[in-house]
């Protein structure tokens, strides 16, 4: 597996052949099928943002497409003349009369929804939706949808409505953190505009660096990730930020308890460049002076984000996107900090080869970075820096072949850097000196291509495959291990030098059979790898992250998963019923050996233990998008366990995030006019964890003596949360709009267990008994949003 | 050093410490299985050396780890054998004029009289190092520090070229106040290995601590101990298994394998010993 004919290649020949080989066949091939197309971009009427995910449906004929992230759709039909209905959830649908012939360019914007739907129309939509959705094990949620859900401390976060859908679970009390389907939260591959992002927490992961304002829409996947993209196990998180308001300035805000939010957009060049500026800054330290403690007043404790986003039309056919993340927290007071962010940007250029070519160059870039040291300048003063960093470029075509195949293809070359720690002394005659690990790079070169066959008017079927490629490059050392993985020799390798390359072909298939127009059933397998992984044991997760690459000790990691599922509407009530199964096998899972050292440990790869993973489930979910209840109710039953023979004695544990049971209620309710309520209850099983069960005195300490790995659980989690929503009135003229949110978290005051220490009872020492940490009780909050 | 980046971690924890709140929980946990509990040790000094035996209890029980007696012990060095005679329940001692010496190997041998664990044979192997040197010691005041002020005790030496690691234990008037596991400093070579220490910090003292407090005329004794890698892994693993586990920092808890045979849980470990003396002046 090890030896193949690309180890020999330098990366820069694997970049160029793929450029040269793709872009020629796509360039040829554009106008392959004999029947007219219809095409263009689907847009909302009242800013110009690009409608991901709208339908576009010939009615007589029962044919249909999706408009894809950057809202184009093209669709193939016989000569004719046809009625095409355009719509999208929460706005008005549009049907248009055409008579086509040749090909015909048609770009569409769509007004948003002033009053209630009328049911008919919801009625047909659905059923269309139904008829074109092949895909599954996916989760949609827009920003709209994402505000109205209580938050904590009044700050909106899209990762916490994630947390809220079927088959996903929250990693511990109040982080962003999330396991999808028994996965660990480093096998969640998180984008935003294409650009990965490698931390997506703030503050130690009560909040996550989304801000909802510049977000569009999120889409996560469960199983069937796309194979576009690859390199985590569990799942694909693809935020998308908006692109702007193309028609006239505006502006979004937000003044809470602990942050402020403002949005600025507009038309730099009319109809040509769009921009969208968003910031946002918490103020929690300016509540520290209140502290009784005098230690926590001088502390220094905030974060920002700012997105920022470009969009220029060179003409019909050619499209620029600039998407560009900074944030960053910041920890200090008098004698340490700390800081950690990411960086991410992507440059993208789209083009219509033809109405039926659809290309997208990007280049991206990602970073993530922490930082550690002390203020004071003393003997023992150090800085400790590590990151990670990316540079990729990616090329993606689709092909809209003929009406019955949606073909997709591309190729992706990422250079990625490790770096995994470095400690600087700083004082002026230190006594330490500076230490510092290796850096590591590698090479991940991925080809796909998929295609969306309609078989007949009932099945559809989604193809594809991905082969990936992971290089370690020179420069850089790496330690041989024997069978204990006791370090042998150091190996150094020069610069550029490809010293070990792994080979992935990742199958994905899906497929989908429309019952009739309220039911389909769909069932999907596919082989996903990851070759970059988090050196993480703890549940609740740090900022110090180190993320360490596949090597020649380390084999990436590998998943099959299976799914069926079965989806069914009920129009009349407007209500949306999924049931999902699912079944992975993961091999060469990676945990880490018992009381490992994880951090600035140049022997890393000495810590880890190789085993496998099994994790299934099922995953029901009601929703209901309509009306002036929305809102959804889901029940996941999961289990995820691990067998390593170094670990827990070789017997199956209970994987770190197995929770057999999780419930969550989401409801909307649209009180009066400008006054909407909105409720949510999550339910889990605890999380499991490893209790001492006996105890040994030690010198003059008593030790614990503990129990099989993850053998017993923390009590069962469970939450209610509210808010409500107050509109201002909306006057003729009026340019200024306000919103006031309140919400309070936690609402019954639950004290979930955050963690569990054991104490020794001071007036017996022989006994010891347990304390359980809770982060939070009843948490309010007011938010006041305004927009002009 | 590690101390130095847990400041780190400490203030980031913080923000937990503004928010988070503790009650008492009731946990039901099926006892687990007995196993003798081992600690002892032989050191370069001319003395008493001594090998604790007992056995576990359950958890949450409130009886006492019980002693286990009339076990036969001794320790090695591949020439000598010292046998240890229990001077009270558990302990075991040697006779006051016993001694390591560098670069020897001991061994220690235990036979009980009935099975704890399923064994009544345990043994445990250690190599006891080359002597390090503490040449001197000096103490710097840091009054605004905690509530009446730290001591910061510091040792000058020479690290040698190979990987080493020390415990650093401080004697005031003559008595351990670093008795414990989380007392006591630790650490590796990581960050000076090789070099001359003017001054590392050997460990801290707190003035409101009413068993660190330091006065003008008190003797403070710093000491030095060269230990193996794996007895200081064992001493690392006890000290955050004592500490317990953290959901930001540390992963799932598991026991700490020791050096002792036949799955009993301790130490028996073999090091050198060196110390400097000061004798504490004002606070400046």
């Known amino acids: 597996m090890r030896n193949c004919w690309f180890c020999n290649l330098s990366p820069w020949m694997i970049l160029f052949t793929w450029f040269c080989l793709v872009f020629p066949v796509a360039q040829s091939s554009a106008e392959s099928d004999k029947n007219p197309v219809i095409s263009g971009f689907v847009r909302d009427q009242s800013n110009g943002e690009m409608l991901t995910g709208a339908t576009i449906f010939a009615i007589r004929s029962n044919k249909g497409v999706v408009a894809d992230v950057y809202g184009y759709y093209a669709l193939t039909l016989p000569p004719g003349s046809y009625t095409l209905r355009f719509s999208f959830v929460g706005y008005e649908v549009q049907e248009k009369e055409i008579q086509l012939s040749g090909n015909l360019v048609m770009n569409i914007s769509l007004q948003p929804l002033q009053e209630e739907l009328d049911e008919v129309v919801v009625k047909a939509r659905k059923a269309e939706q139904s008829i074109l959705a092949p895909a599954m094990s996916l989760q949609k949620v827009d920003s709209k949808t994402i505000r109205k859900i209580p938050s904590l401390l009044g700050e909106i976060d899209l990762v916490r409505v994630i947390q809220l859908m079927p088959g996903v679970l929250t990693t511990s009390e109040g982080s962003t953190g999330f396991s999808v389907r028994g996965g660990q939260s480093d096998q969640n591959l998180i984008i935003l505009d294409e650009a990965t992002i490698y931390n997506a927490s703030h503050l130690m992961g009560f909040f996550s660096v989304f801000n909802n304002d510049a977000v569009k829409d999120v889409t996560l996947y469960k199983g069937d990730i796309p194979a576009a993209y690859g390199g985590r196990l569990a799942s694909l998180l693809d935020v998308r930020m908006r692109d702007g308001n193309s028609r006239k300035f505006a502006g979004t805000g937000s003044i809470g308890s602990v942050s402020s939010k403002l949005t600025l957009e507009g038309p730099l060049i009319r109809d040509k460049t769009t921009f969208i500026l968003s910031g946002r800054r918490t103020y929690a330290d300016l509540f520290l002076p209140l502290a009784k403690n005098k230690d926590i007043r001088d502390n220094r404790l905030y974060f920002y984000d700012l997105n920022l986003k470009l969009s220029h039309t060179l003409d019909a056919a050619n499209r620029l996107f600039f998407t560009g993340y900074l944030g960053r927290d910041i920890f200090r007071n008098d004698f340490a900090l700390m800081g950690f962010g990411n960086r991410a940007a992507s440059l993208r250029w789209n083009r219509l080869f033809s109405s039926r070519l659809f290309f997208n160059l990007s280049f991206n870039h990602s970073q993530y970075s922490y930082e550690l040291g002390t203020t004071e300048d003393t003997l023992n003063s150090f800085k400790w820096t590590s990151s990670i960093r990316d540079y990729a470029v990616r090329m993606d075509l689709t092909h809209y072949l003929s009406g019955n195949h949606t073909l997709r293809y591309g190729a992706i070359s990422t250079h990625h850097s490790f770096f995994p720690g470095s400690i600087r002394a700083t004082g002026e005659s230190s006594v330490f000196s500076d230490y510092k690990l290796p850096a590591g790079y590698a090479l991940e070169h991925a080809f796909y291509v998929s295609d969306e066959i309609r078989v007949t008017g009932k099945w559809l079927v989604k193809a594809g495959i991905r082969l990936a490629l992971f290089q370690n490059i020179g420069p850089g050392n790496y330690y041989r291990y024997d069978k204990k993985y006791q370090p042998l020799e150091s190996i150094s390798i020069s610069r550029g030098k490809i010293f070990n390359t792994w080979t992935i072909l990742e199958p994905r298939l899906a497929m989908s059979y429309v019952v009739n127009e309220r039911s389909s059933l769909k069932a999907s397998y596919s082989h996903t790898g990851q070759t970059i992984m988090l050196a993480q044991n703890s549940t609740a997760g740090t900022p110090l992250d180190v993320w360490f690459p596949a090597s020649p000790n380390v084999k990436p990691q590998l998943s099959d998963q299976a799914a069926i599922g079965f989806f069914h509407r009920f129009p009349d009530k407007m209500l949306e019923v999924s049931l999902e199964l699912y079944h992975k096998n993961i091999s060469r899972v990676v945990d880490f050996r018992e009381n490992a050292q994880l951090l600035l440990n140049e022997k890393l790869e000495g810590e880890l233990r190789y085993g496998s993973g099994t994790a299934y489930g099922t995953e029901t979910m009601i929703r209901k998008e309509e009306g002036r209840l929305t809102g959804w109710i889901s029940y996941t039953f999961s289990r995820s366990f691990r067998t390593l023979p170094e670990i827990n004695d070789g017997r199956r544990y209970n994987a770190p995030f197995d929770k057999p049971h999780a419930v969550n209620v989401v409801a909307n309710y649209d009180l009066a006019k400008r006054l909407s309520a909105s409720l949510t209850w999550v339910y889990a099983t605890g999380l499991p964890v490893t209790f001492p069960t006996g105890k040994a005195l030690f010198g003059n300490d008593i030790i614990p003596v503990y129990s099989a790995r993850n053998e017993y659980r923390l009590p069962d989690y469970h939450r209610m949360d509210a808010s409500l929503t107050l509109k201002g009135k909306n006057k003729p003229g009026r340019k200024w709009h306000g919103e006031w949110n309140f919400s309070v978290y936690n609402l019954y005051d639950r004290h979930n267990t955050w963690s569990i220490s054991f104490e020794r009872d001071e007036n017996n020492p022989n006994r010891m008994f347990a304390e359980k940490t809770y982060l939070f009780s009843v948490i309010p909050a007011i938010t006041w949003n305004f927009n002009f | ?284």
């Not at chain 2, 840091?142 to 690691?165: H, I, L, N």
């Open chain 2, 1 to 284: 050093m590690k101390r130095l980046l847990k400041k780190g971690l400490t203030l980031n924890f913080l923000i937990w410490m503004l928010i988070s709140c503790t009650e008492i929980m009731e946990i039901e946990t099926k006892p687990g299985f007995t196993r003798l509990v081992v600690d002892g040790s032989i050191t370069t000094d001319t003395m008493r050396h001594t090998v604790w035996l007992t056995s576990t209890e359950g958890y949450f029980s409130d009886l006492q780890v019980p002693p286990v007696s009339g076990a036969m012990v001794s320790i090695s060095d591949g020439t000598t054998v010292f046998t240890l005679k229990e001077t009270t329940p558990g302990k075991y001692q040697t006779t006051g004029s016993v001694f390591g010496l560098p670069g020897r190997i001991y061994r220690l041998n235990i036979k009980l009289s009935k099975p704890v664990g399923g064994f009544t044979d345990y043994s445990a192997v250690s190599e006891l190092l080359p002597r390090v040197v503490l040449d001197s010691v000096s103490v710097k005041f840091y009054p605004g520090w905690a509530e009446k002020g730290m001591w910061e005790v510091k040792g000058f030496f020479q690290d040698s070229p190979d990987p080493d690691f020390y415990r650093f234990w401080l004697y005031r008037n003559g008595r351990n106040i670093t008795g414990s596991l989380g007392d006591w400093y630790i650490t590796d070579d990581l960050f000076f290995n090789g070099k001359y220490l003017q001054g590392t910090t050997l460990g801290w003292l707190s003035q409101h601590q009413e068993n660190e407090s330091l006065q003008a005329g008190d003797t403070l004794m710093a000491e030095v101990q060269a230990l193996q890698k794996d007895f200081t892994e064992f001493l690392w693993g006890m000290r955050s298994s004592l500490f317990g586990s953290n959901p930001l920092f540390s992963g799932p808890p598991a026991n700490v394998k020791g050096n002792i045979s036949n799955g009993a849980i301790g130490y028996f470990a073999a090091f050198p010993v060196s110390r400097a003396k000061i004798i504490v002046k004002t606070q400046n």
